[in-house]
């Protein structure tokens, strides 16, 4: 039978347990990027700062820390489940710390769980791609992380794809579009460009059901926590008429090295394009403007934003560049109702 421990904060004694069941999980996966493990500091810091709450646990078997997940609690009706990690085999402590975090999230009183969701960024579980690389700011999972949420009364509610594009696939495309100017982010007025991604991305990624959009607070903590992975050059603007009308956000595969020289994948983490200008080639503007620098700076590949595989737009999008599905997601779900 597992033990469970909570773990409170940084400053428990449980904390390194909990940090260690990563590890041991992805100790023969040469694909697992450790950098990964900044999402469990992230969520411990932004709930000692009064922001997000959240409540951990590491199982025990034996003294030996075999799984662990944090009942996080945002703004809005779902709670969610993240941080989720499982040695080989451990189905019943898994169970058991899915069990711990639903129970929490009842208790704060949200009637379902989104699982994994641990912050903005980290989300989704992976079901596919398996071989495919862990880029920057997306999770890894084994795949047997899926029956163990299964097997907690989760279900899959949504399934994403993330296409990846080679440089050797992409075609050439014009340069430019009339009365579109796309831009590199200017370092030198930050705020003015940062202002204007918050104010796209709430008008396009605010409304939808079930979400709650994120105030300007929350987006300048999601820059500052992506500045020290950006390269100017990979941030694109879109402007008619010195209008913002879409934004491109990708980053090096900072996880991929630690020598930015030796860094030759990058990840789309975001691109929009606003509702009333879209289907007039912007996007594809700005996605030509990204291929056409990222095979200047000697990238050979880039992973798509994964989409959900019903959101046709991007995917026909990545089409045009030659994208080929590589890893595949899920997001996970269950009532907390009593039955
Ligand atoms: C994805 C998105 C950025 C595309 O921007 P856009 O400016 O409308 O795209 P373009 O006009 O350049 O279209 C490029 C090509 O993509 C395809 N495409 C675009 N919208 C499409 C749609 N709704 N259905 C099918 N194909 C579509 C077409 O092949 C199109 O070429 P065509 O118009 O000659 O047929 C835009 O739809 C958007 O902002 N969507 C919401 C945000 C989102 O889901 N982002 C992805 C996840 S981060």
Redesign the pocket.
């Known amino acids: 039978m597992p033990t469970l421990v909570e773990v409170a904060s940084r400053a428990s004694p449980a904390f390194a347990a909990l940090k260690a069941v990563a590890h041991e999980a992805h100790a023969d996966d040469p694909l697992w990027a450790p950098e990964s493990e900044e999402a469990v500091d992230w969520a411990f810091g932004e709930s000692a700062a009064g922001r997000t709450p959240l409540r951990a646990w590491v199982a025990l078997v034996s003294g030996v820390p075999v799984a662990r997940a944090a009942a996080i609690a945002p703004d809005g009706p779902v709670g969610w489940i993240g941080l989720f990690e499982c040695l080989p085999g451990a189905r019943e402590a898994a169970v058991a710390v899915l069990e711990a975090c639903s129970e929490a999230l009842a208790t704060w009183g949200y009637a379902a769980a989104e699982a994994p969701h641990a912050d903005p960024l980290t989300v989704g579980l992976q079901v596919g791609g398996f071989d495919a690389p862990q880029t920057v700011f997306t999770p890894r999972h084994p795949p047997a992380y899926l029956g163990h949420f299964e097997a907690a009364g989760f279900e899959v509610r949504q399934r994403m794809v993330a296409p990846v594009m080679t440089a050797d696939r992409v075609p050439a495309f014009p340069a430019g579009l009339a009365g579109v100017r796309v831009r590199p982010l200017d370092v030198g007025r930050l705020e003015r460009d940062a202002a204007a991604f918050h104010e796209l991305q709430t008008d396009?990624f605010g409304g939808r059901p079930g979400r709650v959009a994120r105030d300007p607070g929350g987006t300048r903590r999601l820059l500052e926590r992506l500045l020290p992975h950006v390269d100017p050059d990979l941030v694109l603007v879109a402007e008619r008429g010195g209008r913002v009308v879409?934004n491109l956000l990708c980053l090096p595969d900072t996880w991929q090295s630690h020598d930015r020289a030796r860094i030759d994948r990058a990840r789309i983490v975001?691109?929009?394009?606003r509702a009333d200008q879209?289907?007039?080639?912007?996007?594809?503007a700005m996605a030509a403007y990204l291929a056409r620098t990222l095979v200047a700076k000697g990238y050979t590949s880039c992973e798509g934003?994964w989409?959900r595989e019903e959101?046709?737009?991007?995917l026909?999008?990545a089409d045009?560049f030659g994208g080929r599905v590589g890893r595949r997601f899920a997001l996970l779900g269950r009532s907390l109702g009593r039955a």
């Open positions: 396009v879409g975001s691109i929009a394009v879209r289907r007039r080639g912007i996007g594809l934003a989409v959101n046709r737009a991007p026909a999008l045009r």
